[in-house]
């Protein structure tokens, strides 16, 4: 007969819980895993096949998992995890902010549609460039490099009651700025071209007083504002590449790996 002491069963259980819930943690929040179409069992699954995979290969702390340091721990590996999805998540909204931005420029600032990726409604032109750069992830293998990511930050921060830290958490909220300058290195250039147009249209109107600006040029702000979008998907690409490679190093480095 097989006999289990109950100290057993609470360190089989810590093995793999603690890395659980790390992992589903972010794959809660990180983008494309987190997405609404994303229904919350796969993510449960993918975070469940990973930590199978992984958990094995981990030290786990000498704590049972029902104590008073057992729950510190847990919340720890919550906050871990959601930090790094977040972190993940502010390149793709900076990404859609700055289609935002270029969208209000452009004269499309009232054409709405439901973002697939989160469920509300956001402008057309920033539903299309969350398309482009959601793509791009995956091509890139970002969704594999996250979870290396996460793998790897077990052994540079491991499961103990410590977690990030006061610096790991500044570092978040330093990083949140970056959807701000992200979303104006996105939309500054067609914004930029937009307001040259703008500023010839200024000097039609001193020149022809009687024409009507508002019937012709909207319609011409438009074109130009669609054209600047079609040749300027290149740099959006670029940038959004660099964006990522930067959101990584953030990431190793609230895990404690190198930079």
Do not use: K
């Not at 057993?8 to 790390?22: G, H, I, K, N």
């Not at 539903?127 to 930050?153: I, K, R």
């Not at 054209?227 to 990522?244: D, R, Y």
């Amino acid at each position: 007969m097989i006999t289990l002491a109950p100290g057993q069963l609470e360190a089989w259980l810590a093995q793999f819980f603690w890395p659980f819930v790390r992992i589903g943690a972010c794959l809660m929040v990180a983008p494309v895993f987190g997405a609404v179409f994303v229904p919350a069992r796969l993510r449960i699954v993918l975070a469940a096949a990973v930590t199978l995979l992984v958990a094995p290969l981990l030290p786990q702390p000498a704590v049972p998992p029902f104590s008073g340091a057992g729950l510190v721990i847990t919340l720890q590996q919550v906050l871990i995890g959601a930090a790094l999805g977040f972190a993940l998540q502010i390149v793709f909204d900076a990404v859609g902010m700055g289609g935002q931005l270029l969208a209000n420029s452009m004269g499309l600032s009232f054409a709405f549609n439901v973002d697939p990726l989160r469920g509300a409604s956001t402008p057309a032109l920033g539903q299309l460039y969350m398309l482009l750069v959601t793509l791009t992830f995956l091509a890139l293998d970002g969704h594999l490099l996250l979870v290396q990511v996460l793998v790897d930050g077990f052994r540079t921060l491991p499961i103990a009651p410590a977690g990030l830290g006061a610096s790991g958490l500044w570092t978040l909220v330093g990083w949140g700025a970056q959807i701000f300058a992200g979303a104006l290195g996105v939309a500054l250039p067609g914004m930029t071209a937009l307001l040259i147009v703008n500023l010839a249209f200024g000097v039609m109107s001193r020149a022809a007083p009687t024409l009507n600006l508002f019937a012709v040029g909207f319609p011409v702000t438009l074109v130009f504002g669609l054209v600047i979008v079609l040749f300027g998907l290149p740099a959006l690409q670029s940038s959004f590449i660099g964006l990522l490679e930067v959101c990584m190093r953030v990431l190793r480095g609230l895990t404690g790996g190198e930079v």
